[in-house]
């Protein structure tokens, strides 16, 4: 069973940083690229970052570029997200998404980030 | 980057079919888009690619009364047989070569 699980969430002052994870199983990880989506309190679904299956390609939206990287570690199926400069308005749930070329195909439960001083 | 466009709610009573359209911006009509469900207080949940063409495929689990269709640069998703649990928001999803976009998704409720 595919399975994806994040971890690393937390409350953080505006201006800190966090590390997020996606522990992924039950499929060939480096077979796959991989995405971070996040969702504000009452807010709708907003793409952050996208990795290619080999960790060379590497994409971001706009609101998080130069602040967020995005990398992945295929020896030990996990994804990472590390966040940096952060804002009131990161706050949200982030959730890892496997893509397949029919989009994000499975998600995992969350990690709730907070930025609150 | 492309854009997607969803009306902000739908309503239909149990056992009804309801019909929501996703629309792609200029550009990106022949794009190929994913519909998900997230119920309230869950992840969100694949249910089906949806090509320009019409041709849908869904996903693993995903119940027959879900289907997908296609006209010009609108997309749906098909609710048939309405059960209380499809009370949900529904987002569209699209990309392109290096970005990735959502829909500002649809709140369904079952009356």
């Known amino acids: 069973e595919v399975q994806v699980l994040e971890s690393g969430g937390g409350l953080v002052q505006p201006g800190g940083s966090l590390r997020l994870s996606c522990a992924a199983s039950g499929f060939t990880f480096s077979n796959y690229g991989m995405s971070w989506v996040r969702q504000a309190p009452g807010k709708g679904l907003e793409w952050v970052s996208s990795?290619?299956?080999?960790?060379?390609?590497?994409y971001y939206a706009g609101s998080v570029k130069g602040r967020f990287t995005i990398s992945r570690d295929n020896s030990k199926n996990t994804l990472h997200l590390q966040m940096n400069s952060l804002r009131a308005e990161d706050t949200a749930i982030y959730y890892c998404a496997k893509l397949e070329t029919g989009g994000s195909v499975n998600w995992g439960q969350g990690s709730l980030a907070t930025v609150s001083s | 980057q492309p854009v997607l466009t969803q009306s902000s709610s739908a309503s239909a009573s149990p056992g009804s079919s309801v019909e929501l359209t996703c629309t792609l911006g200029s550009g990106h009509s022949s794009n190929i888009i994913a519909w998900h469900q997230q119920q309230p207080g869950k992840a969100p949940r694949y249910l089906m690619k949806?090509?320009?063409?019409?041709?849908?495929n869904k996903g693993s689990g995903v119940p027959d009364r879900f289907s997908g269709g296609s006209s010009g640069a609108d997309r749906y998703l098909t609710i048939s047989n309405l059960h209380f649990e499809d009370e949900a928001d529904y987002y569209c999803?699209?990309?392109?070569?290096?970005?990735?976009?959502f829909g500002g998704g649809t709140k369904v409720t079952v009356l």
């Open positions: 949806v090509e320009n063409g019409g041709t849908f």
């Open positions: 999803e699209t990309w392109d070569s290096n970005s990735r976009v």
């Open positions: 990795i290619g299956s080999t960790g060379v390609t590497t």
